[in-house]
């Protein structure tokens, strides 16, 4: 019964390659989110999505593009893989786009570039 | 803007006593306050929420945060710790566009026996 699964749980791969990750959400919110976590644990929003709208898109490459294909999945995905991409990048859910409601967060995915 | 400083990247009590986790914030406009907790390889979960009703918040797990405007703080509180808090908890307040959380730097939480 996860609420916020992504896919895959750890991601190694070599530089220049292009990769995604995907997102789901079965509890029914409408907006959804990409957060990455670098390693010193430091959290920052990358996009969010309401009603596969995207709303927030922070000063990120535009090698990273989200892609909602419905409201309840939000993936990731990443070209021309850099060694400062190596993080954990988190999706999180909520109910209203206006952040009052909590954000549900999944797990995250650990990617790693050799 | 707004933004929120936690004191300290790493804190250190012994398990029964007083958990104290310091948050301050930045913020021209009543803030949207959060506190989270992240246990190893997992994902973030809401402890609690200030959203301008009662200034002593009450979270989950024991947990509970004071929100004081005179001094701009929102700390994070537990009178008795347990091994099973030990754990990274992040303060985050939301900025009025869009529902955009600003995560702090994170305090670790170290419970000794």
């Known amino acids: 019964d996860t609420a916020v699964s992504q896919t895959p749980k750890y991601l190694v791969t070599q530089m220049g390659n292009d990769k995604s990750i995907k997102c789901e959400q079965n509890l029914g919110h409408d907006t959804m989110y990409w957060y990455k976590q670098d390693s010193k644990k430091f959290l920052k929003i990358m996009f969010s999505y309401n009603n596969k709208e995207l709303i927030i898109n922070e000063t990120v490459p535009n090698r990273f593009s989200p892609k909602s294909p419905d409201k309840a999945h939000l993936n990731l995905h990443i070209n021309s893989l850099e060694l400062g991409d190596s993080a954990v990048y988190f999706c999180?859910?909520?109910?209203?786009?206006?952040?009052?409601?909590?954000?549900?967060f999944g797990d995250g995915t650990r990617l790693s570039i050799l | 803007a707004q933004s929120v400083t936690q004191l300290g990247s790493h804190v250190s009590v012994s398990e029964g006593a007083l958990v104290l986790l310091r948050c301050n914030y930045s913020s021209s406009v009543p803030p949207y306050l959060f506190w989270y907790v992240q246990y190893p390889n997992q994902g973030l979960q809401l402890l609690l929420k200030?959203?301008?009703?009662?200034?002593l918040v009450k979270g989950i797990n024991g947990f509970e945060a004071e929100f004081k405007k005179s001094e701009t703080s929102f700390h994070l509180t537990k009178p008795s710790a347990h091994m099973s808090d030990a754990a990274e908890y992040f303060c985050?307040?939301?900025?009025?566009?869009?529902?955009?959380?600003?995560f702090g730097q994170g305090t670790e939480l170290s419970v000794k026996p």
């Open positions: 985050a307040v939301i900025l009025n566009q869009g529902g955009k959380l600003i």
């Open positions: 200030y959203t301008s009703a009662a200034t």
């Open positions: 999180a859910s909520s109910q209203g786009g206006q952040g009052l409601q909590p954000q549900h």
